[in-house]
């Protein structure tokens, strides 16, 4: 045990190996070795069962630990801390005979942690790189009858301090385990060259075959079967792989011994005039980063998951993605082949633990850590390097500068020159083949895009590309579509990759009443956390989406329409790689657009025929349109869009005349506060003119731009935003309205508005002409401003017509479309893990339903919020579970509110849709009872077709 926790300290990479090589498709036998392990703590702890793959503290050894940056252990590189649990693994397993009658390879494909590992108490040497493959040599280890397999793993060892990969510290065996039959003259490796020559549409291929026999190649599609190993061959003609057309050949590498069968794609990536080109033309990233994340199994996601992530991602319009921070699971990047998405690979190596110190002692331009950063490097290449879906190698993430990175750059150019190298945190970029940079904010991407930014020579010739932005926290992310109006703008701009997609909740099994917990940093008892900060993906940790991915969809649809109904015209504009559009169905005939093409088609405007007419009949103006283009196979929406026309205010022929105890129409007012407290059969609860919101995870977060001032949350805070005090000024009757003058404002400061509650009715309704004007000088901007009311009883539906079905803010909710629409109360409430500001639609017309009867609100274009908790409730809230049951309904019915931005990392709100204090009025118009929603004509959808 002293040597093993000596070793521990060791910069140096895993002993005993063999050469790192690429995970290939054999027809030599194979055993799993997954399945019920046994594990005790070491020293002297009882054994019991564990499942492989899987990790311990999700099994009940140890608990996980959430932290982005901060390491939870002392930083005194290369020592882990004594306080170090390891555990011992064992399986008792009777080997294949048909693995024993051939020399034998013993793979792990993922252990989270340090290992040693002994066959029949034969030690074969030691595991470093968490995410990465290990084979040994059990040749004459393994034996006939029952074999003991003996895993030691620590949490900690010096490698930790290369593994800071913003995500839980798990230790485990995560991924599969097997047993490989190596027959002799078999094949050792393979490496496979496939280009594309877009000029005549040719392809060149090369298989290098690491082999003692005689090797021959196989392109049945292409009819060879007689190609030689390590020879350049010339195909007249091939069909190019691309994420949107994956085509790939089945390529045979045979020797007596043993057959390997790849799926090979011919592409070409490359660099023109700082443009990222694939097979000749420009290519942009329409991308997500992924960790690995199961809520149940953490890191250990099974392929049917990753499958279905990937599906959803391409439903969403998504083309690639990132592997934050570490090489995903090998048959991972079988799917992206198959599937069709781009693929950055990234290293197995994060180093960001020693930002907070100033980067002192970072391993990355120290010289004792030189090994195991070219071993990290060397093993993420080798086991990758026959998929056509890997475009980029990149070095790792937040790991500083420094020689090290240096030399694997260098390394992974020189062995693999068909792809390009990536790495973020090196502003020199002297070894990259992009310019890559996180969180930059669009004045800044824009500047780069034009040239304009300060950079050297050498950066001028790089694409650029944003490894993360858009942060997936909460509610958000904001500012999607200015973003991508830069990428389409500026040729250099290859897009980027949005933090990120998926959540990292764990599961902590269910509330009495059926809730599910979610758990995040500090719920494990971790001393050093980083909170909710794992929860910040555009799906949740089930794999639900979240609203933000309907408005990834919408701003990253490889197809732009535009329609203008004064001009009755269709534009559309292909923003596809290489693809027309004859695989979309659009209920009409579309034009030929070829890839990067534009073509504007008259339409005519068609609706539905009435009963008993023939043919079609032209559409009102005063109706919206929608076009709809579909995949023909896969039946899911690619691009849409809408023309809505404008709405009259909403209006209300005043007839009631106040009376002298304060009743007008339906509607009865207090005398103290000249607030109404009933309508109809309604109780009236708390109504008031507010600016605050229930902080967001992007208004908890500062600003990229204003670093150096606080949150947004904190601001308002700070001006006590939250605790509007009111006093009523007068009450008066002019003609048939009942205008009500209030002044609300903050404790502390000098500052606060001036409302006035202008109310009229019909008899029936009730209508509000709502004016807030600011005084004194406000300290900070607001977060919304409108009005507050409660119900004193929950809700169970919101029906509106409006914007949706998911929510729109300012700067979200490019993926809401006019229509009618029905949530129930937690789905138009818009639960989040850590329960925030969330669900505001925009509606014409909405009824809230409580108990059969309930609130009808009408508007043009006006914010509503509706959810069974006060704000001040959901901002003192933790976790989801922890809200307490329904028992009344909150209302906020909103002139003007800010928008959301990316504040938790990155940049803040843009200048445009922030609020600062101003005038704002409201219109909207209040009746009660009412048993259901008119049906509304004016979200009729119509059907639109090219004109003859």
């Known amino acids: 045990m002293t040597s093993f926790r000596t070793e521990l300290a060791s910069p140096q990479p895993g002993r005993g190996s063999l050469p790192a090589r690429a995970h290939l498709r054999s027809d030599a036998p194979h055993q799993p070795l997954d399945g019920t392990w046994q594990v005790r703590r070491h020293p002297g702890g009882a054994w019991s069962e564990i499942r492989v793959p899987g990790h311990l503290p999700l099994q009940g050894h140890g608990a996980p630990i959430y932290a982005n940056v901060r390491f939870p252990f002392p930083v005194d590189p290369p020592f882990p801390p004594d306080d170090n649990p390891v555990h011992d693994h064992r399986l008792e397993f009777e080997a294949d005979p048909a693995v024993l009658a051939h020399p034998s390879v013993l793979r792990f494909e993922g252990v989270d942690g340090a290992a040693t590992v002994w066959l029949n108490d034969v030690e074969l040497g030691t595991l470093r790189g968490s995410r990465l493959t290990t084979e040994f040599d059990t040749t004459g280890v393994l034996r006939d009858g029952v074999n003991v397999l003996d895993v030691r793993l620590a949490q900690w060892s010096a490698h930790s301090y290369l593994e800071d990969q913003d995500m ?203 090994d195991a950063y070219i071993d990290r490097m060397r093993r993420t290449v080798e086991r990758d390097k026959n998929h056509a879906s890997v475009l980029f190698w990149s070095l790792g993430n937040e790991a500083g500068t420094g020689a090290n990175l240096d030399a694997i750059a260098q390394w992974a ?88 997609w998926v959540e990292h909740a764990l599961h902590g099994g269910t509330t009495a009443d059926g809730r599910t917990i979610q758990l995040y940093g500090g719920d494990f008892g971790e001393r050093v956390h980083d909170g909710s900060f794992v929860i910040d993906g555009l799906v949740h ?111 209300l022929r005043a007839t009631a005349v106040p009376s002298d105890d304060l009743r007008l129409g339906p509607a009865v007012f207090d005398p103290g506060t000249g607030m109404p407290v009933r309508l109809g059969d309604l109780d009236l609860h708390d109504v008031a003119v507010s600016l605050w919101r229930a ?86 901007e607001w977060a919304r401003a409108g009005i507050d009311l409660r119900l004193d009883r929950p809700t169970s539906q919101v029906t509106w017509t409006g914007w949706g079905p998911g929510p729109q803010y300012p700067d979200t909710g490019q993926g809401a479309r006019y229509g009618d629409f029905t949530a129930d109360r937690d789905t138009y409430a818009e639960r989040t893990v850590r329960p925030q500001e969330h669900g505001a639609r925009r509606i014409d017309d909405a009824f809230i339903d409580v108990g059969g009867i309930g609130l009808r609100v009408r508007g043009v274009d006006v914010p509503l919020t509706v959810r069974p908790w006060s704000r001040q409730t959901v901002a003192a809230t933790a976790h989801d579970h922890e809200l307490p049951a329904a028992t009344s309904t909150w209302i906020s019915v909103d002139a003007a509110a800010s928008g959301v931005g990316t504040a938790s990392c990155g940049p803040g709100v843009l200048p445009a849709y922030r609020l600062a204090p101003s005038v704002q009025r409201l219109r909207v118009v209040l009746q009660q009872p009412i048993r259901e929603l008119p049906a509304a004509t004016s979200s009729y959808q119509s059907v639109s077709e090219p004109s003859p």
């Open 695 to 780: 902080p967001t995870e992007n208004d908890r977060g500062r600003g990229w731009e204003e670093h150096d001032l606080p949150s947004m949350a904190d601001r308002w805070a700070a001006a006590h935003l939250d605790d509007l005090r009111t006093r009523l000024i007068d009450v008066t009757v002019d003609g048939a309205a009942l205008v009500v003058r209030t002044r609300s404002g903050p404790p502390v400061i000098d500052a606060g508005v001036d409302v006035t509650w202008r109310w009229t009715s019909d008899g029936e309704a009730l209508a509000l002409d709502l004016t807030i004007e600011p005084y004194g000088q406000w300290p900070c």
């Open 413 to 500: 150019k020189r062995r693999d020159p068909s792809r390009l190298v990536h790495y973020e945190g090196d502003r020199r970029s002297l070894h990259v083949d992009v310019y890559s940079r996180m969180y930059a904010d669009t004045a800044e991407v824009a500047r780069i895009g034009a040239f304009t930014e300060p950079e050297d020579e050498h950066r001028r010739t790089l694409p650029f590309l944003l490894c993360e932005y858009a942060h997936a926290m909460g509610n958000g992310p904001g500012g999607l579509s200015e973003y991508q109006e830069l990428f389409h703008r500026w040729p250099r701009l290859a897009g980027g990759f949005i933090w990120e």
């Open 168 to 370: 839980w510290w798990m230790p485990g065996i995560f991924r599969s385990v097997t047993l490989l039959a190596r027959p002799e003259g078999g094949i050792r490796d393979v490496f496979v060259h496939a280009s594309y020559d877009h000029r005549d549409g040719s392809g060149t291929l090369r298989v290098d075959v690491d082999s003692d026999a005689v090797v021959t190649v196989g392109v049945p599609a292409l009819g060879r079967d007689d190609l030689g190993a390590g020879e350049s061959h010339h195909f007249r003609s091939v069909d190019p792989w691309t994420a949107e057309n994956p085509m790939l050949y089945a390529v045979r590498v045979h020797t007596p011994a043993e057959v390997v069968t790849l799926r090979v794609g011919f592409r070409t990536v490359h660099v023109a005039d700082a443009t990222l080109m694939l097979n000749g033309r420009p290519l942009l990233l329409r991308g997500v980063n992924r960790h690995e994340h199961h809520p149940l199994h953490g890191r250990a996601v099974d392929l049917e998951t990753a499958r279905a992530e990937l599906l959803l991602m391409k439903k969403h319009n998504i083309n690639a993605v990132r592997t934050s921070h570490y090489p995903p699971q090998a048959s991972f990047l079988d799917l992206t082949d198959e599937l069709g998405l781009y693929v950055m690979v990234e290293n197995d190596l994060e180093t960001h633990g020693f930002e907070p110190n100033g980067w002192r002692g970072n391993p990355s331009d120290d010289p004792q850590w030189r």
């Open 541 to 651: 940790a089930d794999r639900t989406p979240g609203p933000g991915l309907a408005d990834v969809a919408r701003v990253f649809a490889p197809v732009e329409l535009t329609i203008d109904a004064s001009a009755s015209t269709l534009t559309i504009v292909n923003r596809y790689h290489s693809l027309g559009l004859s695989h979309l169905d659009a209920g009409f005939p579309l034009p030929h657009v070829p890839a990067g093409a534009t073509v504007t088609v008259p339409l005519q405007l068609r609706s539905a025929p009435p009963p008993g007419a023939d043919g079609a009949v032209a559409v009102p103006p005063d109706l919206p349109l929608t076009v709809s283009l579909r995949d023909r196979d896969q039946g899911h929406e690619v691009a849409w869009a809408q023309y809505v026309p404008p709405r009259p205010p909403v209006s």
